[in-house]
């Protein structure tokens, strides 16, 4: 059985065979299913959902609500914030064309891969099969249906780039000198622009 090393609270139904890892917490009502893997120093919180196999990476908050479908991956320092959906089907239907009830064999999941650092806010909804960049912002209520790049703040429906992020989390400030570099206000890492794409330009 795999190692649950983290807090899991009373009323929290955690399969025995999820792993969660040291310093985690599992809060009320939450639902861990079979071989999750959830990292060190993680939030699950009350009410949330996250599904069989679904990997976690370490520093993940998951909060309140929200629903993890497999096979999502959740690389380290994710957010999820309150009633975020992560779907998992891209033609849901409850029956086949014949009318009877649609099993596990009916169907392909297919998952929403979060990169490292990604923010996704409160009630969005993620459209699987799709890619969150790494420290992308999704703003609140948003529902993403395509890929979103690294750094992206991307918001509304279908959700789309308004500006860039850096990795505090605050949107980039335009160099007026070099329409292609920007600055980060909190931490100040300057990035460079080359078409669709930002990266953090080393002095």
Not at 12 to 19: F, L, P
Not at 55 to 67: M, R, T
Not at 104 to 131: H, K, M, Y
Request: glycine share 12%; proline share 6%; net charge negative.
């Amino acid at each position: 059985m795999p190692a649950q090393l983290g807090y899991v609270h009373a009323s929290a139904d955690v399969a025995e065979s999820a792993s969660i890892a040291s310093g985690s917490k599992i809060w009320h009502y939450a639902q861990v299913r079979e071989n999750a893997v959830i990292g060190e120093n993680c939030i699950v919180g009350r009410g949330a959902y996250v599904g069989t196999g679904v990997e976690v990476g370490d520093n993940c908050k998951i909060q309140n609500y929200a629903l993890v479908y497999e096979p999502a991956k959740l690389a380290r320092g994710v957010f999820i914030g309150p009633a975020v959906v992560l779907t998992n089907d891209h033609f849901p239907r409850a029956i086949n064309a014949d009318g009877t009830p649609k099993s596990a064999d009916n169907w392909q999941p297919v998952g929403v891969d979060i990169r490292e650092g990604a923010s996704i806010g409160a009630g969005a909804t993620c459209v699987a099969p799709l890619v969150i960049g790494r420290w992308a912002l999704v703003g609140s209520g948003s529902v993403v249906v395509k890929d979103v790049p690294d750094f992206a703040l991307v918001v509304g429906s279908p959700a789309r780039r308004i500006g860039w992020v850096g990795k505090g989390g605050q949107p980039l400030t335009a160099d007026p000198a070099d329409s292609s570099l920007y600055v980060c206000p909190a931490t100040g890492e300057r990035y460079r622009q080359t078409d669709q794409h930002l990266l953090i330009e080393v002095d």
